[in-house]
Structure formats: C-alpha cells, structure tokens
C-alpha cells in the first residue's frame, strides 16, 4: 500500500549513543516532517522540509538533526541520544502545500534510552 | 504558546450511545483537521474542516468548526466498538505553517 514507511519499530539505546530513524514516502508528496508524541502532551513538531533541499527547525528541535535526502526520504538523526528524547517518533508527509489538507504518518518508532 | 484543549481526555461508553468530544482554543486557525489514532500506528487522517461554521459528515461521524475558527466538535452516533482509539485534533495557525496538535481524547467502546 501506498504511504509512509519508517524504520526501525523499535530500539532501545543506552545514553549517549547515536542512531538515524528512517523515513520514506512513495506518495509524491512534497513536504515531510518529524513528530515526536508523548502521553498527555500531543504531537509535537520536530523538524520539517517543506520541500525537497530545505529544512527548518520546529518545536522541539533541539538534540536532533534530519537530512531530506530526496524527494521520497526524510531521515531523523540523534547524535548522542538521552533519556528526554524516550518518546514515539512519528514521520508524517503532506501533498498541497505545507500540510494544508492533512497529513499521512507512518506506524511510528518507539525508542527508549536508558 | 498556542494551545488546542481536547476534552473529555478519556471517555468510556456503551456501544449504541451517542457522544460528543470538543477542541478548544483561544487562537484563529485556518484550517482543522481530525485524526484517529489506534494503538502502535500512527494518526489517520478522518477529516479537513476549512470555513467557519462549516459541517461535514463521515458515515456516523458529525464534525464541525466553530464560526470563529476557533474550535470544533466532533459528534459520533451510535457509537461501536470500531470507534475505539484515540481522537487527535489538529489546528493549522492562520498565515503560517505551523500545526498544533491537542493531547487527544481517549474513547473506549464497550460491546
């Protein structure tokens, strides 16, 4: 089926280490984004590319860093990963203009750090 | 900070009732949109409301945006167990790019 695919599904990582969270869409859509989603606070923007060649930084950006490595993939790296950044991590893409009419999200990473 | 206030925050019903769950927020949007999200998998886009006052329907969900565009209803008939998730609204800010997100409402339906 046609949408967003995210790897991996789960990970653990022990405090201080690094890891990439990859994202991929096959839906021709021009902007993509990260959300990271924790109980009782919503969904919360982390970084976004409005088109492929450009990011800017959303909500939360800080410890984060993301690559639009064209126009399909939006890759989400964590340089030296803390026990904060424990959360669902959620890829999402949109079509007309900058999530405008919605968004289409993958099935998420969970990733604790301990 | 812009904020978007869901409530209730959890509701658990009879299958068979009607309920309503509401999404409140000081700030203009212009546009609002809903999402149901079901455990390990991300949200899913229900629906887009773009004009105040306006008013769509999707099967036995009811949605509407407030005539200030600064809040929305979403009404569900006859509640069934396939209903069963967690509804997200989401505000999209007026002249920006930017997306607020509410924490969501919990709904469980009982068979």
């Known amino acids: 089926n046609a949408g967003v695919t995210q790897t991996p599904k789960f990970q653990v990582l022990k405090t201080g280490q690094s890891m990439t969270l990859q994202c991929a869409q096959d839906?021709?859509?021009?902007?993509m984004y990260w959300y990271r989603q924790d109980p009782g606070m919503g969904l919360r923007l982390i970084y976004y590319?409005?088109?492929?060649?450009?990011?800017d930084k959303g909500e939360v950006p800080n410890g984060y860093n993301v690559s639009r490595l064209n126009k399909r993939e939006f890759s989400l790296r964590l340089e030296s990963a803390a026990p904060s950044q424990t959360s669902v991590y959620f890829c999402?893409?949109?079509?007309?203009?900058?999530?405008?009419?919605?968004?289409?999200f993958g099935s998420g990473t969970r990733l604790t750090v301990v | 900070t812009q904020l978007l206030e869901q409530s209730p925050q959890f509701l658990s019903i009879q299958e068979g009732e009607n309920l309503t769950v509401y999404c409140n927020s000081s700030?203009?949007?212009?546009?609002l949109q809903w999402y149901r999200q079901e455990p390990g998998e991300g949200p899913v886009l229900l629906v887009t409301?773009?004009?105040?006052?306006e008013v769509k329907k999707l099967k036995r969900l009811t949605f509407q945006f407030g005539d200030a565009r600064k809040d929305s209803s979403l009404h569900i008939t006859a509640a069934q167990p396939g209903d069963t998730g967690l509804y997200l609204c989401?505000?999209?800010?007026?002249?920006?790019?930017?997306?607020?997100f509410g924490a969501g409402t919990r709904l469980f339906v009982k068979a």
């Open positions: 839906m021709n859509h021009n902007s």
């Open positions: 590319s409005a088109s492929e060649g450009t990011t």
């Open positions: 999402a893409s949109s079509g007309q203009g900058v999530g405008v009419r919605g968004y289409t």
């Open positions: 409301v773009v004009t105040g006052g």
């Open positions: 989401a505000g999209m800010e007026t002249g920006g790019f930017k997306t607020i």
């Open positions: 700030s203009v949007f212009s546009s």
